[in-house]
């Protein structure tokens, strides 16, 4: 297995990979991001040795206990210690190399906040009930916030600081979402960008199953309702079972 290579401290990138049971795509994964970036795998409560694969592959293992999406997206963004952070699927769908122009782009200042837009490279890749209930949000999202978006792809980078005055609370699947309206609402600039999406390596936690894409829109439309720029400490309840 090839290691990732880690970042010294000075290093100004950090990629937050939650993570669940992802022991067989991690090798490929980690191997995919860039040299000098340092890999932070949440372990969101793994049984398959995930956090051992990912620890001997070089990668900075941060442990989530509590089940949700994004309560292992914001305990990887409050370990990172990188001004630019970006996040990523463990799954293999994403490679993490495509965030390297994310990132250009945030450092440069022409950008607050960039997307991936997602482009399925096989059938199989996106199913038909999960690019539907995106597509409806996407432009629900364009409705509340005036953003001319597609998707709300797990594939991003934004500065660190700025993330966390964001105070993002959900700890579900309306974590994406929470962050780009939350965004919306400062006036970031937000941009979005196509990139290939890939069969996933193993079974979806949510967006496979009919049951798990409802729990997705569900919470992702808890998060539109909300009003705006709230700045609510408090963090959302994470059930079981509510995952990717």
């Known amino acids: 297995m090839k290691a990732v290579t880690t970042s010294p401290p000075s290093q100004d990138v950090d990629v937050v990979l939650p993570c669940l049971n992802e022991a067989s795509a991690l090798p490929w994964v980690l191997a995919r991001v860039p040299a000098g ?15 051992e ?26 370990a990172a210690t990188a001004d630019i952070v970006c996040f990523c699927d463990c799954d293999a769908s994403l490679d993490p190399s495509l965030l390297v122009p994310f990132v250009r782009e945030v450092r440069l200042g022409e950008a607050d906040l960039v997307l991936g837009r997602r482009r399925p490279r096989s059938r ?69 960008h196509d990139v290939p999406y890939l069969p996933r390596t193993g079974a979806s936690k949510v967006t496979g199953t009919w049951r798990g894409t409802w729990q997705a829109v569900r919470d992702m439309s808890r998060v539109l309702s909300a009003p705006a720029a709230v700045h609510d400490v408090q963090d959302t309840p994470a059930h079981g079972g509510n995952r990717r």
């Open 37 to 51: 970036w340092r890999a932070l795998v949440v372990d969101n409560g793994s049984t398959d040795g995930s956090a």
């Open 53 to 78: 694969v990912a620890r001997a592959l070089g990668a900075t293992v941060v442990h989530e206990p509590r089940r949700g999406f994004g309560a292992a997206c914001h305990a990887g963004l409050r």
């Open 124 to 192: 199989g890749a996106w199913p038909a009930h999960a690019r539907a209930a995106n597509l409806a949000l996407a432009g629900l999202l364009r409705r509340r916030t005036g953003l001319r978006l597609h998707d709300l792809g797990p594939l991003r980078a934004a500065r660190r600081e700025a993330l966390l005055e964001l105070r993002l609370t959900d700890r579900r699947s309306g974590y994406p979402l929470q962050m780009v309206v939350r965004a919306a609402d400062a006036g970031w600039r937000v941009t979005e």
